[in-house]
């Protein structure tokens, strides 16, 4: 099984969700996305994988989006994922991927991310 975390180890969902993989002998592709941010073709990829609106995977609470609240390209895909590459730290967190059956699911809780780990 191929997983994916886009992980912050500064998070403590994200750990959790970490270790919750791990204690399931899964050894996951780990991208610290705030030293390696997804370019946007990723993210936009992230955003179908999970079902949503890439504007759905925005921190509303950080500075960096307090910050560029007014200046944020919320209705266009494109111009956000590319804004969001430029600031990874807006980024929901953790998102893991099955990288097999092209799913993926927000670690919040930590325990979503095992329906990634059950054929269906």
Excluded: F
Excluded at 35 to 64: C, F, I, M, N, W
Excluded at 88 to 114: D, F, H, K, M, Q
Aim: hydrophobic content about 40%; proline content about 8%; aromatic content about 4%.
């Amino acid at each position: 099984m191929r997983i994916t975390i886009y992980h912050n180890p500064g998070c403590s969902k994200s750990m959790k969700t970490l270790t919750l993989l791990e204690s399931h002998n899964i050894a996951p592709t780990i991208v610290e996305y705030l030293s390696a941010p997804p370019d946007a073709a990723t993210l936009l990829r992230l955003a179908k994988l999970l079902d949503v609106p890439l504007a759905s995977l925005l921190r509303r609470g950080e500075a960096a989006y307090q910050d560029a609240v007014n200046a944020i390209p919320l209705h266009d895909d494109r111009s956000l994922a590319e804004w969001l590459h430029e600031h990874p730290s807006v980024l929901e967190r953790p998102i893991v991927v099955n990288e097999e059956r092209n799913c993926a699911v927000v670690g919040r809780p930590p325990e979503n991310v095992l329906s990634l780990l059950h054929d269906d």
